[in-house]
């Protein structure tokens, strides 16, 4: 009698902790549930868009937009803010109704050159030295203005510089296609400028690429062939394009 009653208090403890247990249980799948249905904002491609687009056309042409995913449906890496992709590009096409993720991005630089060139332009490279390359200090990212020298002018004339292109944003220099890290210090940059000067030939970039739209590319290839070609370094605290009327020996000294 004494062990059947064992066995029925036995009984009962092993099912009330089976059934504490499977309150938890029914508790933590609840709550798992309603997080994953828990709707989350995320970046969502609108219409489908190729490679090649920079973060900053996406948001301001409207091809995505922020919509409410469940969580359990996000994907790893989505993007919820374009702040997550500033200054960067697609590298791999979306289709429309697809999530943005972080996998789906690269920098310019890391993407390759064909990234980095502007819609609408080309991209030029031009010879230089350690002259027309301004000591070897112009960096990707800079912007110059580009001039040309031809032995005679229009009709036949004088001798003629004149200004092609007033404003040219370079993207390469040599094959390097970012610029030194902005957080150098003052006397850093002074030791860079004095090592640059004293650099040789062989280490100096020997070739500028260029931004620049078709008929500009035409001025400069032209120019390259028949003429002289030089750049400026344009400063970066202006916004405002250099104009120039043309010189040639009759007008050098007025």
């Known amino acids: 009698m004494r062990t059947k009653l064992v066995i029925v208090v036995v009984a009962l403890l092993l099912g009330g902790v089976a059934a504490v247990m499977a309150v938890r249980y029914l508790s933590s799948a609840r709550t798992e549930i309603a997080s994953g249905s828990k709707p989350v904002e995320i970046l969502v491609a609108k219409e489908d868009i190729p490679r090649g687009i920079t973060a900053e056309e996406l948001i301001a042409k409207k091809m995505v937009s922020l919509e409410q995913v469940p969580q359990r449906f996000v994907a790893a890496g989505a993007i919820s803010t374009p702040r997550a992709i500033e200054g960067?590009?697609?590298?791999?096409?979306?289709t429309r109704g697809e999530q943005l993720t972080t996998s789906r991005f690269q920098v310019p630089s890391d993407a390759g050159l064909a990234y980095s060139i502007p819609r609408a332009f080309l991209a030029i490279a031009i010879p230089v030295d350690d002259v027309k390359g301004i000591s070897g200090l112009v960096r990707p990212g800079d912007h110059v203005a580009v001039?040309?020298?031809?032995?005679?002018?229009?009709?036949?004339?004088?001798d003629v510089t004149k200004l092609l292109i007033s404003d040219a944003k370079v993207l390469a220099m040599g094959g390097s296609l970012t610029a030194e890290d902005s957080g150098t210090s003052t006397q850093g940059k002074q030791k860079?400028?004095?090592?640059?000067?004293?650099?040789?030939?062989?280490?100096?970039?020997?070739?500028?690429?260029?931004?620049?739209?078709?008929?500009?590319?035409?001025?400069?290839?032209?120019?390259?062939?028949?003429?002289?070609?030089?750049?400026t370094l344009l400063p970066a605290t202006s916004d405002a394009a250099p104009s120039a009327p043309g010189t040639t020996i009759k007008t050098i000294f007025r």
Do not use: C, N, Y
Request: charged residues 25%.
């Open 192 to 231: 860079t400028a004095l090592a640059a000067s004293r650099s040789d030939e062989k280490s100096a970039p020997r070739t500028m690429t260029l931004a620049v739209r078709a008929k500009e590319a035409e001025k400069i290839v032209f120019a390259e062939e028949v003429g002289k070609v030089w750049v």
């Open 88 to 94: 960067e590009v697609l590298s791999t096409p979306l």
């Open 147 to 158: 001039f040309a020298t031809f032995e005679s002018g229009p009709d036949g004339g004088a």
